[in-house]
């Protein structure tokens, strides 16, 4: 039975009242607008109130006290009269019904906007993200006084009397009286329930067979007639997802000249010249293994589903995996907009030459910039370094001590000048790639006796005592480059002994990493110093990001601790810091054992 025979009239055209159709689409409108916005959101916040422009609409003309939504048998109903095709009507709301097993909502004259916007959001939510409970316990907890959710099919009757009763079924007096005697019989099927039914309602053997054989043909037809109509809707359907999922993969290559071929674990099978070109690396380098290892540099980015084989024993992942730079993904994402439908299915792009272009453009500048700041800089300040000191060891003891502290004054400012010309062209290489690593086997102990050894004099003349606490019996060695382990090692204390007042102590030590740090040694650079506030100890290894206390100038332009982070994950370590204001700092890095690395 359809809607129109439930009205008991024909359906109501949708130009019969037209403000419920209006208020339908704006509805699903904002919907739609809420799924891409938060409600208070300016455009959510335009779309709700053209809703409820339309909901008010119907209040001033209407002279009915109910404002029921249904959707019954493909339509929409407002009051019973059919306003829209459920096809034409919002998908997300036609979801929605079927997700909380509903079969009208009702709009109480009080309604507020604010309501109405919780409704909406309520809507775009996945149903694995909904609250537990009644649809009345979810509407209270959001606040939703004014709209009522009915699981009871909800029909208006117009016009017309009530649907007829179905027909009496005749039995005869030998049915009736045999049929109480019956006994309930279990496993029988419809065959034998037919032929028991037939010989006790009727008593000619000639007849029961033209019955008999008459109810089966009719039976038979009408299974055949459900199982065409439904083998139909499901031909239907699947040609229809088949069409949307070719037109979004032409969409989409229609805009990418570069092509992966990864199996169901995600590993490179197939690549063609553009995809290399992309990724910078060649298919013979990597064919067979993960696709996110192709992902190199900072100007690239790779989006790919966690789940890409298809398994029907479980729902399909919706998670995507994001790898690369986060600038270069947000350029992306900001340089290409896709083109929905008023369904929510993916039609087209919309793109603009991407900012990472821009970017790269903007970063090779630099780096040419640095190299030729740093050439043309370093060599005179070398050179003005050599000077002072010699004139300093020369003729220190002949200068008065005011000019003996302009000497010491110049000189040791020509040196943080050296030093942060040095970092600059450090992390201007990082950045770049061109910074490479050759570990091999060395002691900690020595990477550690290096690195105190040549800050010493500088801890001595700002009388902090720094020591070497030596590592634990029979650490074995760890693979590391050797110079660069150092540069680790003394950019960490130089920073402990700026922190660190008078008399105070920096302690440089190395031991195993157990179970938390397993396969590795962690080196610790330890101070009595001012401490670290908690909301600042992982901004300090973000570039130019300093935290000294409240007050003070720290030394340096902030690129020590980004030098240290970058060169800590190229020998596949890490570096943390723990520290609490007024109570020192300790910070730790760790450095493969060499025995247990590839």
């Known amino acids: 039975m359809n809607a129109q025979q439930l009205n008991g009239h024909s359906a109501v055209p949708a130009h019969r009242f037209p403000p419920a159709a209006i208020f339908l689409k704006s509805l699903g409108q904002s919907i739609k607008v809420c799924t891409l916005y938060k ?111 009915d699981s009871a099919l909800y029909t208006r009757i117009r016009n017309g009397p009530l649907p007829p009763p179905p027909p009496e079924v005749k039995i005869s007096r ?44 009719l039976v038979r037809r009408s299974m055949d007639r459900h199982v065409a109509e439904a083998t139909a809707a499901l031909a239907e359907d699947k040609q229809r997802i088949l069409s949307e999922q070719f037109r979004t ?101 919309y793109a603009v030459m991407p900012d990472v272009l821009k970017f790269q453009e ?19 300040l070398t050179s003005i370094c050599c000077a002072l000191d010699l004139l300093e060891h020369k003729a220190g003891a002949k200068l008065s001590p005011e000019e003996f502290k302009f000497l010491d004054t110049s000189l040791r400012n020509s040196r943080q000048l050296a030093d942060m010309i040095a970092k600059i062209l450090d992390f201007s290489k990082i950045e770049s790639g061109q910074l490479s690593i050759s570990p091999s086997p060395v002691a900690a102990d020595g990477l550690i006796r290096e690195a105190v050894e040549s800050l010493m004099p500088w801890a001595l003349r700002r009388r902090v005592v720094l020591e070497a606490a ?19 090692l003394t950019n960490l204390i ?23 740090n397993p396969g590795m040694v962690v080196f610790s650079v330890a101070d009595t110093g001012c401490g670290i506030a908690p909301e600042n100890q992982e901004r300090i290894f973000e570039k130019f990001i300093q935290a000294p206390p409240d007050g003070e100038r720290r030394e340096g332009v902030g690129l020590g601790l980004a030098i240290v982070r970058e060169l800590v994950a190229l020998h596949h370590g890490a570096v943390w810091v723990e520290s609490a204001p007024g109570k020192g700092s300790t910070f730790c890095f760790t450095l493969p054992l060499a025995e247990s690395a590839p």
Not at 120 to 126: D, I
Not at 182 to 211: C, G, M, Y
Not at 364 to 380: G, N, S
Request: net charge negative; hydrophobic share 40%; proline share 4%.
């Open 362 to 380: 903007a970063r090779k500048v630099q780096e040419e910039f640095l190299q030729r700041v740093t050439h043309d800089l370093k060599a005179p």
């Open 470 to 488: 030596g590592s634990a019996p029979g650490l074995p060695n760890v693979l590391a480059e050797s110079q660069q382990a150092v540069h680790i």
């Open 39 to 149: 409600a208070d959101h300016p455009v959510a916040v335009g779309a709700l109130g053209e809703a409820f422009k339309a909901f008010d609409d119907i209040l001033r003309i209407s002279t009915s006290p109910d404002n029921i939504l249904s959707l019954v048998d493909g339509q929409w109903l407002w009051n019973g009269i059919s306003v829209l095709e459920a096809e034409q009507g919002p998908e997300a709301l036609k979801t929605f019904f079927g997700a909380y097993g509903l079969h009208s909502l009702v709009f109480l004259e009080g309604l507020r906007f604010h309501e109405l916007s919780a409704f909406c959001e309520l809507v775009t939510q996945a149903p694995a993200s909904r609250e537990a409970g009644s649809f009345l316990e979810i509407l209270a907890q959001k606040g939703i006084k004014s709209i009522i959710g």
């Open 174 to 217: 030998a049915a009736e009286a045999a049929s109480p005697a019956q006994p309930k019989r279990k496993n029988e099927n419809f065959s034998q329930l037919l032929r028991q039914l037939v010989e006790t309602a009727v008593e000619d053997p000639e007849e029961r067979t033209h019955i008999y054989k008459d109810a089966v043909s």
């Open 494 to 516: 130089s920073n402990a002994i700026k922190s660190t007042p008078a008399e105070g102590r920096v302690t440089v030590k190395a031991y195993p990493g157990g179970e938390v």
């Open 249 to 349: 993969e032409k969409v989409l290559s229609t805009i990418a000249m570069g092509k992966v071929i990864v199996d169901q674990s995600g590993r490179v099978l197939m690549m063609n010249q553009a995809a290399e070109e992309i990724s910078g690396k060649r298919l013979s380098e990597v064919a067979g293994r993960p696709v996110s290892e192709s992902v190199s540099g900072r100007d690239r980015m790779l989006a790919v589903s966690r789940d890409i084989a298809v398994d029907l024993d479980k729902p399909l992942s919706q998670e995507v995996q994001v790898v690369g730079d986060t600038a270069a993904g947000q350029s992306m994402k900001r340089s290409v907009a896709l083109i929905h439908d008023e369904s929510g299915r993916v039609v087209g792009t």
